[in-house]
Nanobody, 125 residues
Framework: QVEPVESGGELVQAGGSLRLSCTTS????????VGWFRQAPGNEREFVGA????????YYSDSVKGRFTVSKDSAKNTVYLQMNTLKPEDTAVYYC??????????????????WGQGTQVTVAS
């Protein structure tokens, strides 16, 4: 059982930066893909980025490519989402998700088995 736990969400001004963390209180992320999703009020859950624990392959949505970076620290069993040049439209609850998606489904929420409770990111204009 993997139990992802997110942290780092807060209120930030537009143009600012924020780093979210995802760790696990259960088994390690080894062998899994760890993804970041976000959901704004009234919107569907949206893929942001992901990293495969073995191999380190990275995936991003077009909406955040070039601004957001996913990374992992194997020693700390932690995945990070570094968010730069934040915009008000980045405001959402950000979720960490763990699963074993194939490459074509890495952006599909249903491909992930375990989800964190989410952390709120608010970008003020």
């Amino acid at each position: 059982q993997v139990e992802p736990v997110e942290s780092g969400g807060e209120l930030v001004q537009a143009g600012g930066s924020l780093r979210l963390s995802c760790t696990t209180s259960g088994n390690s992320f080894s062998g899994y893909t760890v993804g970041w999703f976000r959901q704004a009020p009234g919107n569907e859950r949206e893929f942001v980025g992901a990293v495969r624990w073995l191999g380190g392959n990275l995936y991003y949505s077009d909406s955040v490519k070039g601004r957001f970076t996913v990374s992992k620290d194997s020693a700390k069993n932690t995945v990070y989402l570094q968010m730069n040049t934040l915009k008000p439209e980045d405001t959402a609850v950000y979720y960490c998700a763990v699963g074993r998606p194939i490459m074509s489904t890495v952006a599909v929420a249903g491909s992930y088995y375990y989800w964190g409770q989410g952390t709120q990111v608010t970008v003020a204009s």
